[in-house]
C-alpha cells in the first residue's frame, strides 16, 4: 500500500500572488473553481496573505464577498488562508479584539484551515489567532518561518514545532518562502519534526532557486503529509512547483497522489490564456520565472537582493554591492537573527546598507530597527547583546511582554469611523486593516450602489463628490 500524499492547491493565493502580484479578481477565479472543488485537493489556499489588500486596492472587489463567493463554488473542499498571526493581513500588531473578531469572520465566512505563522517565530504572537481559531471550530495550522542561520538548526526547528504544538496547532507547516530549503535538508528537518511531533506535517516552498521539487519528494520521503503546489501556469518561478507535476512524480514510489490528470489539465487549459494575457502586459514579469541562483549562493530571499540592489542605486554606490552583503550577515547576528522575512528582511537590509554608506555602523538607525530592538515585534530567536542594544536604543526600556498587550482595543473607535459607509460588519476589519484603501473602496462602492458609473480612479479624483 502506497502512502497517500494530500495537495494543498494554492493557485489562488500564493501562485497568483507570487506571479501576477495578486491581481486575478474574482471573474477569473469563478468560472473554474467549481472544477477545482471537484479535484480532491487536500485543501485549497485561497485566501489571506497579499489577497485582501489587492482586492480592496487594486481590484474594486470586497474580500469578504470573494471568500463567500469561492465559498458557495467550492463546498466539497476544504478552504485554507494565510494569516500572519497578530500582524493579521497587514504589517503592525493589531489589538485583540481584531484579531479575535477577524478570524471568527473568516471562519464564519468559509475559511477552514487558517494558518499562522509569524516573521521572528514568537509564539505569543500566534497565541490569539489560535485561541479564537480553535473557539470557532476552525483548524489551526501554525507555519514556522524556515531559514537559515547559525541557530537555526534542526533542534531549534523541531523545539519550535513543539512549543507550537502546546499551544494547540492542528498541524505543523514548514513555510520557506525564500526557496532556500534544500532536499537533504528537507529530509533531516521532516524526519527530525515527525518524530518528535505527532501532527500532519506540510511543506511549502518556493521554486525560486530551482530546488523545490525535489525538496518535496525528499520530504515525502521523510514523512510529510502534504505538499504546496499550484497549477502550472502560475507555478515554478516564485511560485511552488507545478500541481500536475508532483501529481506525476510520484507514480511508481511508495507514495500516491493520485488526481485526476485530465481534470488538471482542463484546470490548466483554464489558466494558460490567463498567464498568457499576464505575461504580454508585463503583469508577469518573465523575471521571476527563471532560477534565482544568488538565494543559494547567499542565503537570502531573492526579494531582499534586488532590494538591496535598488536601494544602493537610489545612493549611486552600486559599487557597494559585495560589501553590503558581507554586512547583512553581520547585521542579523547583531539583531539577534530574525528570519528574513517581510518586514524583517527589510529591517536587516536597509540596516545594512546603512552601515556601509555611513562609514560607520549604527551612525543612523531608523525607526523599524529601533522598534525590532525594543522588542515591539517580539522575541527575536536568540536576544540582543547589551552592547548592540545600547548603540541602538541607549537606555530605553525593551519590552519583555507579548508586544499586543501594550494594544488597547481598536474596533470601537473604526466603526465610529466608518458609520456613512458600512454594509456589513465585516467592513469595520476592513477598516482598521487597511484604513484609506478600505474608505476609497467603500466610496466606490456607494457610487456603484446609487448607480452612479463610476470607476475607483475616478472616485479617488473627487470627481464623485460622496
Ligand atoms: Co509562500
Request: hydrophobic content about 40%.
Amino acid at each position: 500500500m502506497s502512502k497517500k500524499v494530500k495537495i494543498c492547491d494554492c493557485t489562488l493565493r500564493d501562485g497568483q500572488q507570487s506571479l501576477i502580484a495578486t491581481r486575478l479578481s474574482i471573474k477569473d477565479i469563478l468560472p473554474i473553481v467549481g472544477k477545482m472543488d471537484k479535484v480532491g485537493f487536500g485543501a485549497m489556499e485561497v485566501w489571506g496573505g497579499a489577497t485582501f489588500d489587492s482586492c480592496l486596492r487594486f481590484l474594486n472587489e470586497d474580500p469578504w464577498e470573494r471568500l463567500r463567493k469561492i465559498r458557495k463554488a467550492a463546498p466539497n473542499t476544504k478552504l485554507q488562508m494565510l494569516l500572519r498571526g497578530q500582524n493579521i493581513l497587514g504589517y503592525r500588531h493589531y489589538a485583540d479584539d481584531v484579531v479575535e473578531m477577524f478570524v471568527r469572520k473568516s471562519i464564519e465566512n468559509g475559511i477552514d484551515i487558517i494558518r499562522i505563522f509569524d516573521a521572528l517565530n514568537d509564539p505569543r504572537n500566534l497565541e490569539t489567532a489560535v485561541k479564537y481559531c480553535k473557539q470557532e471550530g476552525g483548524h489551526a495550522q501554525l507555519a514556522i518561518s524556515f531559514t537559515l542561520s547559525d541557530v537555526h538548526t534542526e533542534e531549534y526547528f523541531v523545539n519550535l514545532a513543539k512549543q507550537y504544538r502546546d499551544i494547540g496547532a492542528d498541524s505543523i507547516c514548514i513555510k520557506d518562502m525564500a526557496g532556500l530549503l534544500l532536499p537533504q535538508s528537507a529530509y533531516d528537518l521532516v524526519k527530525a519534526i515527525k518524530s518528535e511531533v505527532d501532527l500532519p506535517l506540510e511543506v511549502h516552498s518556493h521554486y525560486t532557486s530551482g530546488v523545490a521539487s525535489m525538496t518535496y519528494m525528499k520530504a515525502v520521503e521523510a514523512g510529510a503529509d502534504i505538499i504546496d503546489t499550484d497549477m502550472s501556469p502560475f507555478a515554478m518561478g516564485t511560485s511552488q512547483p507545478a500541481t500536475e507535476v508532483m501529481n506525476a512524480a510520484f507514480k511508481g514510489t511508495d507514495y500516491e497522489i493520485g488526481l485526476d490528470e485530465n481534470l488538471l489539465k482542463e484546470i490548466s487549459d483554464y489558466f494558460r490564456p490567463i498567464r498568457e494575457e499576464a505575461l504580454k502586459s508585463g503583469l508577469l514579469n518573465t523575471k521571476v520565472l527563471s532560477v534565482d541562483i544568488a538565494t543559494l549562493l547567499y542565503q537570502v530571499p531573492g526579494g531582499m537582493l534586488s532590494n538591496l540592489v535598488s536601494q544602493l542605486k537610489n545612493a549611486n554606490a552600486e559599487d557597494k554591492y559585495r560589501e553590503v552583503l558581507e554586512e547583512v550577515p553581520r547585521v542579523r547576528a547583531d539583531l539577534g537573527y530574525p528570519p528574513l522575512v517581510t518586514p524583517s528582511s527589510q529591517i536587516v537590509g536597509t540596516q545594512s546598507v546603512l552601515n556601509v554608506l555611513m562609514g560607520e555602523r549604527y551612525k543612523m538607525v531608523p525607526k523599524e530597527t529601533k522598534e525590532l530592538v525594543r522588542g515591539m515585534y517580539g522575541r527575536t530567536p536568540v536576544p540582543i547583546s547589551d552592547e548592540i542594544r545600547k548603540k541602538i536604543i541607549g537606555d530605553e526600556k525593551v519590552v519583555e511582554c507579548r508586544p499586543a498587550d501594550l494594544l488597547k482595543p481598536e474596533l470601537p473607535a473604526a466603526e465610529e469611523a466608518i458609520k456613512a459607509y458600512k454594509e456589513q460588519p465585516e467592513d469595520v476589519l476592513s477598516y482598521v486593516l487597511f484604513p484609506q484603501v478600505a474608505e476609497e473602496f467603500f466610496k466606490f462602492r456607494q457610487a456603484q450602489k446609487y448607480g452612479i458609473d463610476a470607476n475607483l480612479a475616478d472616485v479617488k479624483k473627487g470627481v464623485y463628490p460622496i
